[in-house]
C-alpha cells in the first residue's frame, strides 16, 4: 500500500504543509510525517476527512482502481471461457486459483473455480476426492456469504 506516498504527493499538489495537514486533521505533525515515510498509517475514520482535504475519493487515497479491477476481471472470466472450450480444465484451476489471490473477494472468480473444481470430482482417485472435498467447502463458502 503507498497511502503515505499518496498523501505527501496529494500533499505536495496541494501546496500544503504537513503542518496544515495536521492542524486539519486534529493530530500532529509527526503523525502526518510518519504516514508519509510509510512508519505508520491513519487511522481508518480519517480517511474521508483526508480524502476530502484533497478533493478525491477514498479509493484514489488507497489507490484503488475499481476499473482497472474489473476490466482484468473480465479478461480473467473470458480467458476461462475460451479454456473451457478448449477443455483445459487444469489451466482454469490455475489461472482462477492465481486470480483468486489476487482478488480474494470475487465471488464471480470463486463461482468459476467451484465449477472448475466440480468436473474434477467424477474421477474415482484420491485426487477426485480432494476435488469433491474442496468443492463441497468452496460452495458452502459461496453460500454464507
Do not use: C, H
Not at 9 to 36: F, H
Not at 75 to 103: D, F, H, P
Not at 127 to 133: H, I, P, S, V
Amino acid at each position: 500500500m503507498d497511502l503515505g506516498k499518496t498523501i505527501k504527493r496529494l500533499r505536495v499538489s496541494k501546496d500544503m504543509t504537513q503542518e496544515e495537514i495536521a492542524n486539519m486533521l486534529g493530530t500532529s505533525i509527526q503523525s502526518v510525517s510518519r504516514w508519509e515515510n510509510e512508519q505508520t498509517y491513519p487511522d481508518i475514520t480519517m480517511l474521508p476527512i483526508i480524502a476530502n482535504i484533497f478533493e478525491v475519493s477514498v479509493d484514489e487515497l488507497l489507490n484503488v482502481d475499481t476499473f482497472k479491477q474489473q476490466e482484468e476481471i473480465k479478461l480473467i472470466v473470458e480467458q476461462n471461457k475460451a479454456l473451457w472450450v478448449q477443455g483445459k480444465t487444469k489451466e482454469r484451476e490455475i489461472i482462477l486459483r492465481e486470480s483468486i489471490k489476487k482478488y480474494p473477494t470475487n465471488f464471480e472468480l470463486k463461482s468459476l473455480l467451484l465449477n472448475t473444481l466440480y468436473y474434477q470430482t467424477a474421477e474415482d482417485t484420491e485426487e477426485g476426492k480432494r476435488y469433491q472435498k474442496e468443492t463441497i467447502e468452496l460452495a458452502n463458502f459461496i453460500l454464507e456469504k
